[in-house]
């Protein structure tokens, strides 16, 4: 009995049902309908409670009737006790996770809802303890409309649902394996995870966040309380402990992909292998195939005959290029068919016994000019060597080398075809005195030449023939080398007979190991550089290395080093001492002691001042001047914009755009006579006192504050500023843009907003003062145009201007006055607020009509106002100013003098037959 009390009280301190257990071979006890969930018909008898704790599992109590939820008495409810639940139902909205991390909070919804006879089922068996509620429409009431008070506060007396929360019972600390239901196990653990609320049976949905601390199968109940009757929704879930990663155990939620260092890495998945490994196959089968192309490129190269030329397809050149570049006609020899496509070239002498042979025969071969080195021998074969030859040559690209074109392989005509440089040779331009070359010049060939000679042993081939003739200049003063490989091409050449003096020339280029050997050794990269220093002796002295009236030598003879003067002018070395101990060491005996063309290169890259060549150095001084005077002119051309832009806004504001623009392209400004306009005149109110005790800078300051403010607004409407002359401000509208009548609305909504920022403005140098102006308004014909030709200036003519400045001289402070035609137009148009102020003596103009503008009428929400058509606006101008004719005077003419006569004195006007105003 005591431990049944202490459940009783538990039950009621922890208001929370449990999680229940099925077990699906007990059947649901019967149950009275007609019992009373208090009353003792409605409880069950205890007797059978040994059975059910006698069973091996543990039981579910919604197993008993498949139901998720069963019903309770409120007090000492067991698994034996349930009751009907008489229409109420409970079921899951959300249901709580099969399986659920411990510590993780999650979210559960439930559904109460109740069928149309639960309420007097609820009233028969005394559900409800309220003695007032007698009734299924009171009960209804009580449990849809009655508001609950506070969880804490709520009780089967004030609330219908007065209690509703989430409990937990882990099935593994039940320790004679009894049910888990609304009521205290034997060991006593029940969790409670939700504070109780409490609600009206409308709510539908209870949502509940629960977090389950215990590892293992949990038993979870949504328990809620209706007056002596409480129900329990019952779900499970399985509660497991949070995976740690690096824990050294590979959990059941741990996977090798999640956790290797628990799981170890993942075995290579057939996707990844065929990831990996594809790529992998397209590569080297890419590799392979690329390495077979190129295999095949080569081959197909050396057996490609495309390089061969029909020397019958080179056309003659009947020009003979001095070596120079400048250009003489010679008339054609008559040859014989081998000779009759080329022209002899002279040479940059003048004596036509020169010992020296032309630079080179010339010829037009597509289109371009070539040069034609022709091979003379009896017979020619195309060995598989010349083809090697050949691709070889064919392959080679340096700006430094000429380009090899192709060649003729039939005897008599047996050729090679190269790129043609029109300035000549190097050794025709050093022995040219009329060309002045500096030492950046002559740096330039040294440098040009040590590239090329690079890149060919680059390349494994050796030039063999390298001397001041075989390097070219082209147009660019760039020194190409020429005459390089096809040795056999060319090993059956015979050559021309040379004289006694060529072939000591030519010994000269010979290294000293090379001398007294066959004249068909294969060359060497140590005799090219020893080659090198002979030409870079004759770019120094700028003569040939063996004079013509020299006694012949010795086979090994070597010309003198070059005496060299140090100085910063063009035409001494800047560094004598490199550039000598550079040829020595080119032409030392021994060729393992010369340097390699790499080496050469750097060396005088090193020792050249000059790091470009001297025409890129001039294209360079061009191009940064050219740069240069682009800046210049770009700045210029902004500054003129800009100065331009300042002409316009000064021209504009003196005149209109359009007549501005007219006079600027040199048509006539003719005057224009304007059908309909509105003219705008205003002042400001005591102006003279104010300039009388104020100095004329305070004046000035405070007009030029005013009139900015008052520019500004003119801005946002139709409207020309016409003139301002001392505190008289005019402004047109409809001129010189016609704009139908909308020039009344323009210049009317323009005054209101001059008349109200007049409220807020503060004169500078008297703050406390307020600024007062007048205004004036009319409507009606007028003729502008420009008058004068030093000072042009845009004026206006007519009686309407003469008309606006009575209106406005007539008005009152803070005031704007209409006359009647603007009137007119204004209530055709609508939208503004105007009243009569009466007839009106105006001198002049005699009696007229006039009206005070007060405002701006509010548009109704969700209309625009349309402008009237033009018949309306017409009518409406005819009708004002018959009604001003019918009430002016018969004096109907108005002032002569001019509209800045006008502005200036309004008041003395002596009434002639017409107004002005510019």
């Known amino acids: 009995m005591f431990q049944r009390g202490v459940k009783s009280v538990l039950a009621r301190v922890i208001p929370c049902p449990l999680m229940v257990f099925r077990c699906p071979s007990l059947p649901r006890p019967a149950t009275n309908p007609a019992a009373s969930p208090i009353g003792a018909q409605g409880q069950r008898s205890f007797r059978d409670a040994p059975a059910l704790i006698s069973m091996g599992c543990v039981l579910g109590w919604h197993d008993l009737d498949n139901t998720e939820f069963d019903c309770w008495p409120l007090d000492d409810p067991d698994e034996l006790n349930m009751i009907n639940c008489g229409g109420l139902e409970m079921a899951w909205v959300l249901r709580p996770p099969q399986r659920v991390m411990t510590g993780e909070e999650f979210d559960v919804i439930y559904s109460v809802t109740v069928k149309e006879h639960f309420y007097q ?22 449990c849809e409309e009655h508001e609950c008070p506070d969880w804490k506060d709520a009780n089967g007396e004030n609330c219908c649902i007065h209690h509703a929360n989430i409990h937990s019972c882990p099935m593994g600390f039940l320790v004679r394996e009894r049910i888990c239901g609304p009521w205290i196990p034997d060991d006593g653990r029940i969790f409670t995870h939700t504070i109780s609320t409490a609600g009206k049976m409308t709510q539908t949905n209870w949502t509940a966040k629960v977090v389950l601390t215990h590892v293992g199968v949990t038993s979870l109940i949504a328990h809620i309380r209706v007056g002596n009757m409480q129900v329990a929704l019952e779900s499970k879930s399985i509660a497991v402990s949070p995976t740690v990663c690096g824990d050294g155990v590979c959990d059941e939620d741990e996977l090798c992909s999640t956790c290797p ?50 020397y019958n397809q080179i056309k003659q050149d009947y020009v003979a290029r001095a070596t120079t570049g400048s250009m003489m006609s010679v008339p054609l020899a008559n040859s014989d068919s081998n000779a009759s496509c080329v022209t002899a070239v002279s040479s940059c002498t003048a004596n036509p016994n020169t010992r020296k042979s032309p630079y080179t025969h010339t010829g037009i071969y597509d289109g371009r000019t070539v040069a034609i080195k022709k091979i003379r021998t009896k017979s020619f074969s195309l060995s598989k060597c010349i083809r090697q030859e050949v691709k070889q040559v064919r392959e080679l690209d340096h700006p430094n080398l000429c380009k090899f074109y192709g060649g003729c392989v039939e005897v008599p005509n047996v050729a090679i075809v190269t790129e043609y440089c029109p300035k000549g040779s190097l050794n025709d331009v050093l022995l040219n005195e009329d060309i002045p070359l500096n030492w950046g010049f002559r740096f330039s060939f040294a440098t040009d030449i040590a590239r090329g000679m690079s890149y060919l042993h680059q390349q494994r081939i050796c030039h063999g023939r390298l001397k001041s003739r075989n390097c070219v200049i082209d147009d660019r003063w760039v020194c190409k080398i020429t005459d390089y490989g096809l040795w056999s091409y060319r090993r059956e050449d015979a050559g021309e007979p040379l004289s006694t003096y060529q072939q000591r020339l030519n010994e000269v280029y010979q290294a000293p190991e090379n001398l007294n050997t066959h004249s068909h050794t294969e060359p060497s990269l140590t005799a090219d550089v020893f080659s090198y220093s002979i030409i870079l002796l004759e770019i120094a002295t700028r003569s040939d290395p063996v004079p013509v009236d020299e006694s012949p030598q010795e086979s090994a003879w070597c010309p003198p080093l070059p005496e060299l003067i140090s100085g910063k002018t063009d035409s001494t070395c800047p560094c004598p001492v490199d550039y000598v101990e550079l040829i020595r060491r080119c032409r030392a005996h021994n060729p393992a002691q010369r340097p390699t063309f790499e080496q050469i290169r750097k060396f005088v890259h090193r020792i050249n001042p000059n790091k470009v060549s001297p025409v890129d150095m001039m294209m360079n001084l061009m191009e940064k001047y050219s740069k240069h005077l682009e800046v210049l002119v770009a700045e210029r051309t902004q500054d003129l914009m800009h100065e331009k832009q300042k002409t316009d806004r000064l021209l504009y504001s003196m005149l209109p755009r359009q007549v501005a623009d007219d006079l600027r392209q040199g048509k006539p400004a003719a005057a224009q006579s304007y059908v309909s306009a509105t003219v705008f005149f205003s002042d400001i109110v005591g102006f003279t006192q104010l300039s009388s005790s104020s100095t004329p800078y305070q004046v000035v300051d405070f007009l030029n504050k005013l009139y900015t403010t008052f520019d500004d607004i003119i801005d946002n409407y139709d409207v020309y500023k016409v003139e301002t002359i001392g505190d008289a401000y005019m402004v047109v509208s409809g001129v010189p843009l016609e704009n139908g009548i909308q020039h009344a609305s323009e210049i009317a909504s323009m005054a209101l907003d001059l008349v109200s920022v007049c409220k807020s403005f503060r004169i500078p140098h008297k703050p406390n003062s307020q600024l007062e102006i007048r205004a004036g308004i009319h409507s009606g014909p007028v003729v502008a145009g420009v008058v004068g030709t030093k000072m042009p200036r845009y004026c206006l003519f007519g009686d309407t201007v003469n008309t606006a400045s009575r209106m406005e001289s007539t008005s009152e402070a803070m005031k704007i006055q209409v006359s009647s035609t603007a009137y007119y137009l204004l209530e055709e148009i609508g939208g503004y607020l105007l009243h009569c102020r009466g007839v009106l003596q105006v001198k002049g103009k005699g009696d007229m009509v006039t009206y005070w503008l007060d405002g701006k009428l509010p548009l109704a929400p969700g209309k625009e106002r349309s402008p009237p058509s033009e018949q309306d606006w017409g009518a409406a101008f005819v009708s004002g100013n018959n009604n001003q004719n019918n009430n002016s005077s018969n004096n109907s003419s108005s002032s002569s003098s001019s509209s800045r006569s006008s502005l200036t004195s309004r008041h003395n006007s002596n009434g002639s037959s017409s107004a002005l105003l510019c």
């Open 121 to 142: 089922w609820a009233v028969d068996h005394n559900v409800f303890t309220h003695s007032s509620i007698s009734s299924a429409a009171e009960a209804r009431h009580f």
């Open 261 to 310: 260092a628990d799981c170890s890495d993942c075995p290579m998945s057939p996707s990844i292998k065929v990831a990996i490994g594809l790529p992998l196959t397209i590569v080297i089968i890419s590799f392979i195939l690329t390495a077979v192309w190129f295999h095949y490129q080569k081959q197909r190269l050396l057996w490609d005959e495309s390089w061969i030329i029909d």
